[in-house]
């Protein structure tokens, strides 16, 4: 057992980045003219996982979201680590929207990434491990096949490799 190398896969989120990126489109938005004298409000609950965005219809919600998008892809967070809630009527006329912030791989998806890896028929074993998939092999090019094949694929998370080893 101690000649196989692994690695695992994860789908992580740096709430640090997430947090600074909030920073960012709230001074943006308090600097903007088309936001002046807006109820606009953006709510990082990272214990949830959620951003609340709060505006004064779906226009500047739309506004306020591309703003967002600009300041995750400015601070290398992926836009697939989001997942976007219904838009909803909020008090006083404004309306809300509920953004979760992936972390981890949920169950469906880490059973497609494996059923994906063992139909290529590589010589590796993908197991399960809670919100990770570990991938073991005996050979380095194997698990590095893995990668580059798991890269070419869209399962509408982004995915990280680590521990490699």
Do not use: C, P, W
């Not at 609340?52 to 290398?76: G, N, P, T």
């Not at 092999?137 to 990280?160: H, P, R």
């Amino acid at each position: 057992m101690g000649d196989l190398n692994s690695f695992d896969v994860v789908s992580q989120v740096n709430m640090q980045e997430v947090k600074n990126a909030v920073d960012q489109a709230l001074k943006e938005i308090r600097q903007r003219f088309d936001f002046k004298d807006s109820k606009t409000e953006l709510t990082l609950k990272e214990k949830e996982k959620e951003l609340v965005v709060l505006s004064d219809d779906e226009y500047k919600l739309k506004a306020v979201l591309e703003i967002l998008k600009a300041k995750f892809v400015k601070r290398h967070v992926s836009l697939k680590a989001l997942t976007y809630g219904k838009v909803e009527e909020a008090l006083g006329g404004t309306v809300r929207q509920v953004l979760t912030i992936q972390s981890g791989i949920a169950d469906d998806k880490a059973k497609a990434i494996t059923r994906e890896i063992r139909d290529a028929k590589f010589k590796v074993q993908a197991q399960i491990q809670g919100d990770q998939i570990r991938v073991q092999s005996k050979g380095k090019d194997e698990l590095q096949a893995v990668i580059a094949f798991l890269k070419q694929k869209d399962f509408g998370i982004d995915l990280q490799f680590t521990n490699y080893r």
